[in-house]
């Protein structure tokens, strides 16, 4: 028996299953009123600080804060045109993240997909996608603004409750999605 080939075979078999999903259903879904206004609200969110970094950009010292510690308190500054970082890298965050909720076929799931159970998995994996884009555009807007207004009034940290506010997210962001699946696969 020639192994090279076996390990040939089941490394396509391995890359064409695994990568692929070519055995799961591929469905469309249809958008809610709900889901559609977290697309939005994850993007405007974006525009709505990348508008208020642009009107104040001109009265922005040259160099202004751009890494906090737990506490918020300042321990790195850059040039002001970090500013535009900041921003593309949310854009850049929501709309990936905005792009693959078009493929849940590709996603990890607790149970093997089958037509019979795709929509649900599916629609639910796609909804906690679109609630974790919005709360990421929330952070990144949040993070924009809040360094406008330290780098404009001097300041040394954020408000402590700007603080806790973005540490809030960044833990619901995480643990969340973690106890929908949690909940959800004791359903299913």
């Known amino acids: 028996m020639d192994t090279r080939n076996t390990r040939k075979t089941y490394s396509k078999y391995i890359f064409t299953q695994l990568m692929f999903f070519d055995d ?3 469905i469309k879904l249809t958008k809610t009123k709900l889901d559609i206004f977290l697309e939005y ?3 405007g969110l974006l525009v709505v600080s990348t508008v208020y970094a642009i009107y104040h950009y001109g009265n922005l010292p040259e160099k202004i804060p751009m890494h906090f510690n737990l506490k918020g308190e300042v321990n790195r500054y850059d040039s002001k045109d970090s500013i535009w970082i900041i921003n593309l890298i949310g854009f850049a965050v929501v709309y990936v993240m905005y792009y693959l909720t078009k493929f849940p076929h590709t996603f990890n799931y607790p149970q093997k997909i ?4 795709a929509e649900k998995f599916y629609s ?3 909804k906690m996608m679109r609630y974790t884009n919005a709360a990421m555009g929330l952070l990144f807007a949040l993070i924009t603004f809040e360094i406008v207004q330290i780098a404009l009034s001097n300041s040394l940290a954020m408000l402590p409750v700007v603080t806790g506010i973005i540490i809030t ?3 619901v962001i995480t643990v969340v999605p973690i106890i929908y699946l949690i909940k959800n696969f004791k359903k299913h």
Do not use: S
């Open 24 to 26: 799961r259903p591929r």
């Open 41 to 43: 609200l994850a993007f």
């Open 169 to 171: 997210i960044v833990v």
């Open 124 to 126: 639910d994996a796609v």
């Open 114 to 117: 089958t037509p019979e159970n």
